[in-house]
T-cell receptor, first 114, second 115 residues
Framework: KAGVTQTPRYLIKTRGQQVTLSCSPI?????VSWYQQTPGQGLQFLFE???????NKGNFPGRFSGRQFSNSRSEMNVSTLELGDSALYLC?????????????FGPGTRLTVT | AQKVTQAQTEISVVEKEDVTLDCVYE???????LFWYKQPPSGELVFLIR??????QNEISGRYSWNFQKSTSSFNFTITASQVVDSAVYFC????????????FGKGTTLSVSS
């Protein structure tokens, strides 16, 4: 069974640009969550999608947005990039709520903003 | 507010030593879930265990064991006879009613096991 895949794995962008990251969950999984990992703030929850609907959202500015498609694949977008957005962005999938079902993480997308 | 504290930033041990990673959590909810994840150098988080607040039984899985104590709000993780492959960053996480489907992670403990 293929794991969670994230593309691209590495990305370098300039301040002010926008970026789109992609996540393909494990087949059959309908919940996709996104996390930002930085040395200073650690792992922080961005949002969770279930059946194409945003079910939960973390405390991030509106520049961070996401969506989920009918095949459960998810994308997250960051507009007007800031230096502080440099981070490892992790996607995770589970059958349903991560509270009740094992959550599988992808390898992440390393975003560097210069 | 919910919070997870992993006071040990880094731990170094020699192979075959036992090591305990501490996790203390804060929540006002009576129903909550606790997790441990492992993050090897490759970067992806690996699920180790999930425990709900009504199940205080300790659990053992091979060389891994977990001690859940509601009285001290702790969910500690012990690796017995550590191995070099155990070297990783270990995260404790909490999810309660207020968090919804989000996991609130501690800052992590970096475990280095040398041969």
């Amino acid at each position: 069974k293929a794991g969670v895949t994230q593309t691209p794995r590495y990305l370098i962008k300039t301040r002010g640009q926008q970026v789109t990251l992609s996540c393909s969950p494990i087949s059959g999984h309908r919940s996709v969550s996104w996390y930002q990992q930085t040395p200073g703030q650690g792992l922080q929850f961005l949002f969770e999608y279930f059946s194409e609907t945003q079910r939960n959202k973390g405390n991030f500015p509106g520049r961070f947005s996401g969506r989920q498609f009918s095949n459960s694949r998810s994308e997250m977008n960051v507009s007007t990039l800031e230096l502080g957005d440099s981070a490892l962005y992790l996607c995770a999938s589970s059958l349903d709520s991560p509270k009740s079902y094992e959550q599988y993480f992808g390898p992440g997308t390393r975003l560097t903003v210069t | 507010a919910q919070k997870v504290t992993q006071a040990q930033t880094e731990i170094s041990v020699v192979e075959k030593e036992d090591v305990t990673l501490d996790c203390v959590y804060e929540t006002r909810d009576t129903t909550y879930y606790l997790f441990w994840y492992k993050q090897p150098p490759s970067g992806e988080l690996v699920f180790l265990i999930r425990r709900n607040s009504f199940d205080e039984q300790n659990e053992i899985s091979g060389r891994y064991s977990w001690n859940f104590q509601k009285s001290t709000s702790s969910f500690n993780f012990t690796i017995t006879a550590s191995q070099v492959v155990d070297s990783a960053v270990y995260f404790c996480a909490l999810s309660d009613y207020r968090a919804g489907t989000a996991l609130i992670f501690g800052k992590g403990t970096t475990l280095s096991v040398s041969s």
